[in-house]
């Protein structure tokens, strides 16, 4: 197999002189997110300015998600509009990074033109070589011994048997000719924060040996394999010291954490030694595999005030027969018990899930089954994705497909459900005295400004509003204050500051943070 990533023909004129200029557009998920802060991070150390302005870069970058039709779509579109930009403007190069490359890297080439090199989610300190910064040195997983077991990669065995069974092969993917990806960062490799100055994301481990049949992110991301412990931990305390205050580990499914370096229960492990770092005020994991919650992890959330009271465990479904044919296991009468057993270990912990709804052969009373466990289940946050059919997955290969506008009825019935119970939710906070992490002005209105408790993750779940800001004249983002719940909305909340919150007595002396994405 062959790594095509520099197009052969791509025009020569576009060489940049100087110190170039690099627009950075980064689509899809927290863990792509990630991977444009390292490519920045690369760029940046390599001499490199990062722009927030397209319309004068001299390069332009479109780090896409494929992970469903909607993804793609908005990637597609998002690399045209950035060939617009580049014959319109003063870019001289285009290129496009992620999950789309992987797995259209030919047809990108091919179908569009203003496209000079792409780069897959295996090889990503190629950016350089894109960008006419230098060749990395080769070969780019080799790099660092923190990443890598002496001779071979680490693997589960659970990994090497799915690829035996084919679980990763790429054969009927046209423009899939790079290898399976490999490549993990790790704490010294350069990265150019995105996200505001006090939160932060580390990702802990790429890629997932999960069967799940509508899934083609193991195609995509390759083999689960964890960062080293120590590479871990290195990175959260630099992060601490520049000033983070929340961390929120990720990774494709990080309950796996540590499994394939030979570590028992790595994820709380690593959880125990991050909750100890001075400074650090809120520490959360995103994406659970409901079979590996195990009683230590639960002991972990809840042992450690620094850890947030959050779990977010994709269930996918509720219904048995339909978790079956996705190849996950597990039933609402399962769910339910562990979702008992998680409240009972870390009492007010908030819990959110994600399903999929018009799965292939789901029937009206699967659905109703789903709905019926939502119900039971009552869960703070919720997110529903309609079935979306994937070449290369194995649920591709499935009849009884779903019509399109079922799957979108049963969506939209499924969002209605969780509406009218987050409402009440979220009624049921009001005179509720929190501690909210301010993130600045609202994005909606001037009026008001924005923050987020512990119970409430990055990006993803509700707002709080702050509508009065009791003795302050101005609040300061990325510090606490101690807040009042004082209204409710189906999602959200808006509430009155009470008065500084002790989560500031731990901050590190204040420094100038590296927030130099804020402005992208
Ligand atoms: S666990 Fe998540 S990433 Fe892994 S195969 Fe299943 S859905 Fe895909």
Redesign the pocket.
């Known amino acids: 197999m062959t790594d095509v990533w520099l197009k052969e023909d791509a025009p020569r004129a576009g060489v940049v002189q100087g110190k170039p200029r690099v627009g950075f557009v980064s689509l899809g998920c927290p863990k792509n997110l990630v991977d444009s802060e390292v490519m920045m991070g690369l760029l940046d150390r390599a001499g490199a300015e990062i722009t927030a302005s397209a319309e004068t870069a001299d390069i332009l970058v479109v780090n896409t998600c494929s992970f469903i039709d909607k993804a793609k779509q908005e990637s597609i579109d998002a690399i045209l509009e950035m060939a617009r930009l580049k014959t319109a403007g003063s870019a001289q190069k285009l290129i496009v990074a992620g999950c789309l490359v992987e797995r259209y890297r030919d047809e990108i080439q091919k179908n569009i033109p203003e496209v000079d090199a792409v780069v897959g989610t295996g090889e990503l300190e190629r950016i350089l070589e894109a960008a006419g910064l230098g060749i990395p040195a080769q070969p780019p997983t080799e790099l660092s011994p923190f990443n890598i077991l002496s001779g071979a990669q680490a693997a589960r065995a659970e990994g090497n048997r799915r690829e035996e069974q084919g679980r990763f092969s790429r054969t009927t993917w046209d423009g899939a000719r790079a290898k399976l990806p490999q490549y993990l960062y790790d704490h010294t490799t350069p990265r150019l924060r995105a996200t505001a100055g006090a939160s932060a994301y580390i990702k802990i481990a790429e890629g997932?040996d999960?069967?799940?049949s509508?899934?083609v992110?193991?195609n995509l991301r390759g083999k689960f394999r964890s960062r080293r412990f120590e590479s871990v931990v290195a990175e959260a305390e630099a992060l601490v010291a520049e000033g983070v205050r929340e961390i929120t580990l990720i990774g494709?499914?990080t309950t796996c954490f540590g499994e394939d370096l030979g570590l028992k229960d790595g994820l709380a492990t690593v959880l125990d030694r991050l909750a100890g770092i001075d400074g650090l005020a809120w520490l959360r994991f995103l994406?659970a595999?409901p079979n590996k919650i195990t009683g230590r992890l639960l002991e972990t959330i809840a042992r450690h005030a620094s850890l947030c009271k959050y779990l977010d465990v994709?269930l996918?479904h509720a219904s048995a027969p339909v978790l079956k044919a996705m190849k996950?296991g597990g039933g609402a009468e399962i769910f339910l018990k562990m979702i008992e057993k998680i409240r009972r270990m870390v009492p007010d912990i908030a819990l959110r899930t994600s399903f999929i709804v018009g799965f292939p052969g789901e029937t009206d009373a699967d659905f109703e089954a789903l709905c019926d466990f939502v119900v039971e289940a009552k869960f703070d946050w919720l997110g529903v994705f309609a079935y979306s059919d994937e070449e290369g997955s194995r649920a591709f290969e499935l009849g009884a497909k779903v019509p399109k506008r079922v799957i979108e009825q049963r969506r939209r019935a499924l969002m209605k459900l969780q509406r009218g119970m987050s409402r009440q939710r979220m009624e049921a906070q009001v005179g509720r005295v929190f501690d909210v992490l301010v993130e600045g002005e609202s994005k909606e209105t001037p009026l008001l400004w924005q923050g987020r408790t512990q119970y409430h993750a990055p990006e993803i779940d509700g707002t709080v509003y702050l509508n009065d800001f009791g003795s302050f004249d101005l609040l300061t983002p990325g510090r606490f204050y101690r807040c009042e719940a004082t209204e409710a909305h189906e999602y959200d909340l808006v509430a009155r500051v009470l008065e500084e919150s002790p989560l500031n007595a731990g901050e590190v002396e204040e420094r100038e943070l590296t927030s130099a994405g804020a402005e992208l």
């Open positions: 997932c999960h069967p799940c509508f899934c992110i193991p494709q499914d994406y595999y994709p996918q996950r």
